[in-house]
């Protein structure tokens, strides 16, 4: 499988763990910064948080897998905007907690609903960035607290930590961890959103998040991947 050079097709090819088999790359929607990823071994492929998706992708043209297993870490609308026409391209399996497959389900708890204002107060309400709130249908494959298993070639564990939102989980794949809205460079968690709770992230995901190796490869939700270090534990009060 030949692959493109960085910056072709809006994808670029991301730093992964030393001796990992599969490749990473990142897409990144120009609207919100949410990163879609995908993993690409052995001619298999799989996403993860269909935020945007750049078509025809490259190592998809030319023929239609089996299935593509989509993973996502949490349900809001910058994170599935891709999901519906993913479905309509490919045979999706949509993989996520029982309720991020709620999440996706309402403009409400994704967020779309509200998008429109939220980007105008992202902007120090300088710019009003239309944004029609959509809803997903559910996942084809749930999990209440955590799931590990072999899924097309892709050997994962999913846990789910709330305090983001109910759904919010982690993806640990060959010690690289794909964190969501979780460990942002430069941004703290944010908890104030709906659904979201500051009780339930300190109960239960901060802790979760203190028990990351250092050195580990952490792919999140926005901006650039890193590794796990002191400077990153201190940001994030870990």
Same mark, same amino acid.
Request: aromatic letters at 10%.
């Given at each position: ?32 910064g949410?990163? +879609? ?7 298999? +492929?799989?996403?993860?948080?269909? =935020? +945007? ?26 994170? *599935? ?14 993989? +996520? ?6 999440? *996706? ?23 009003? &960035?239309?944004?029609? /709130?959509f809803r997903?249908? /559910? ?14 070639? %892709? ?9 983001? &939102? ?8 060959? =010690?690289?961890?794909?964190? =969501? ?10 908890t104030?959103?709906?659904? =979201?709770s500051?009780?339930?992230?300190? &109960?239960?995901?901060?802790? %979760?998040?203190?028990t *990351?190796?250092?050195? &580990? %490869? *952490?792919?999140?939700?926005?901006g ?9 534990r201190?940001?994030?009060?870990l």
């Amino acid at each position: 499988m030949e692959w493109p050079l960085n910056n072709r097709d809006g994808w670029r090819r991301c730093r992964k763990p030393d001796g990992m088999e599969a490749d990473i790359f990142c897409a990144s929607d120009p609207v919100t910064g949410s990163g +879609c990823y995908l993993l690409v071994k052995n001619g298999t +492929c799989a996403v993860v948080d269909a =935020g +945007c998706f750049p078509l025809p992708a490259p190592a998809l043209s030319g023929h239609v897998p089996a299935f593509l297993p989509v993973f996502l870490t949490h349900g809001h609308c910058d994170h *599935i905007s891709a999901l519906n026409s993913l479905r309509e391209h490919f045979p999706v399996l949509t993989v +996520c907690s029982r309720a991020c497959s709620e999440e *996706i389900q309402d403009t409400k708890a994704n967020m779309s609903r509200r998008m429109e204002a939220f980007l105008y107060y992202k902007s120090n309400e300088t710019k009003l &960035t239309p944004y029609a /709130p959509f809803r997903c249908g /559910p996942a084809d494959l749930c999990f209440e607290e955590e799931i590990r298993f072999l899924l097309g070639g %892709w050997r994962l564990h999913m846990k789910r930590l709330p305090g983001h &939102t109910p759904g919010s989980s982690v993806i640990s794949l060959d =010690g690289a961890l794909f964190s =969501g809205d979780y460990l942002l460079p430069g941004e703290r968690v944010v908890t104030r959103l709906p659904g =979201g709770s500051q009780e339930q992230y300190e &109960t239960y995901t901060r802790p %979760w998040l203190q028990t *990351i190796a250092e050195g &580990t %490869w *952490i792919y999140p939700g926005h901006g650039r991947e890193f590794q796990m270090c002191g400077e990153a534990r201190r940001f994030h009060e870990l």
